[in-house]
Each structure stands twice: as structure tokens, then as C-alpha cells.
């Protein structure tokens, strides 16, 4: 399946990291340097392609600025902005420009959130009954809830992930995504299954990855800061949040949309 045979285009990375305890079997939550949460972030673009062209027209522009280019993140040698964008790493200046750029380019994004005080609190359970909390099972049950009513439409779908590591995991990836499809027919019988293509790439190969990065980003420092400009610079843009460890009214989190937009009041105060 050709890139230009696809009409759906998806994009998926992470934020934070699944960090839960030191060597010594004790919590590592609120040890300066280890997220709070764990969040996972699919972001759609009509027009990727186009995407990648203007990321790339803006990084040379910025690259050229004589105020900027002098910044260490901006230094080639520092393989960071001259690379890629990456949101926690650009400088405020930067940071500004590609949100401004991003929200032209309307994109959707879709976040799944793990808190991990609840992760905690579930590996601790796992291991008094004698099994583990996998990394990888935490990051492909996401997968499985942010995609679950995502792969029915169009002729074809391809799904670009952010590399984790160095094993290959397309195999598993393209498991967990038959198991969404699985859990949405379960609900709504029968439906088309147009072909996947599952790819695993790195940002600065991919344009998308660098949206769905900043994305990502922004939905984190609101959740994690309480910093919320620029959240609500791209509210419109969001579809779909997800808060699983949320239970105060459903048992399976808290989903907010168009429909239950998150605020700042709504939103349940973050552990760490």
C-alpha cells in the first residue's frame, strides 16, 4: 500500500514516561524529573505531506533568525530544533511559532491519560499476586481505547507510531489495533475493515510525530502545570481526551469532548 493510497492518516507518540519505582521498590511519583502522568496521543492530518513542507519552510526560517540561531537547542551539534521540533526542548520563541503553525494545518488529536498513581497502585496489586505490570501492556491498552472507533472508515489507514527503543514492535502494535477493531464490532457489529499499515518511525523522519508531540504537550502542562495557553490555543483541535484513572462518575474514567469539554475545574488534581 502506497503512502498516497491512504486516505487516513494517523500519527501516534507519547508524553511522560512509565517510571514507577527505584531500585528499592519505592514509588519514584514525585521525584523531580518523573512525569505524573502517562499520556498517549494519536493526532490526524488531512494533508501530511504539506504538513512536513511547512515544518520544514518554518525550521529553515527559524534556523536563519541571527536572534535565534545562536540558542543551544537551536545549534545543529545539539541534534534538537535544527533536527526536529520537539516541544520540550524549543525555546518559547520557537515553541510560539510552530503552535501558530499547527493549528493552520487543523489537525485532530486524540489522548488516552494514565495517572500514575493509579499505575502504582495497579502494580502493586499485580506483584502481591504474583505477576508484573508491563510497560508495553500499559502502552498497548492505550493504543486499543484511542483507536477503537478510528479504524472503519475510508479505503485505507496508515498509522505512523514514534519509535520506543530499539526492538520492532509493529507486530504488537498491529495486534493491539486488531483488538480495537475487535472491541468496536463487539458494540456496533459488522463493519468495514479497510488495511492497515503500521509503521514505527522517529520525529525528525516524520512531521506528523512532531504535531502529535505537540499535541501531546500541551494536554501534559495543563494536566501536570495547570498551565493551560496553550491547551486552549488548540481546544477545538482536540476530539477526544481520555482520563481512565478519573472513576468519580464511570468506573471506566472520565471521557471529555464537544459534548464535556475539560476545564481546569472539571479536571481531577494530578498526584505528585
Known sequence: MLESDCDHHYFV?????LSLFNKRGESLLGTPGVSKTFMLGVAWLRDPADAALRLTELRNRLLADEILNTVPSMLPEAKKTAVAFHAKDDIQEVRAEVFRLIRSLQPRFWIAIRRKSSLIDLARTRHASGSR????????DLVKRTFRDRLHKGDAIRISFARRGKRNRDE????ALQAARKN????HGEVDSPPLRVLSNVPS???GLQIADYGLWAVQRAFERDEWRYFEYLRDRYRLIIDLDDKRHK??????SDRNPLTSKKKKPVEG
Open 184 to 187: 468496536f464490532m463487539k458494540k
Open 133 to 140: 505490570l508491563n510497560a508495553n501492556e500499559i502502552y498497548d
Open 251 to 256: 468506573p471506566y474514567g472520565t471521557y471529555y
Open 13 to 17: 507518540d507519547e508524553a511522560g514516561d
Open 205 to 207: 523522519q516524520d512531521a
Open 172 to 175: 504488537a502494535l498491529s495486534a
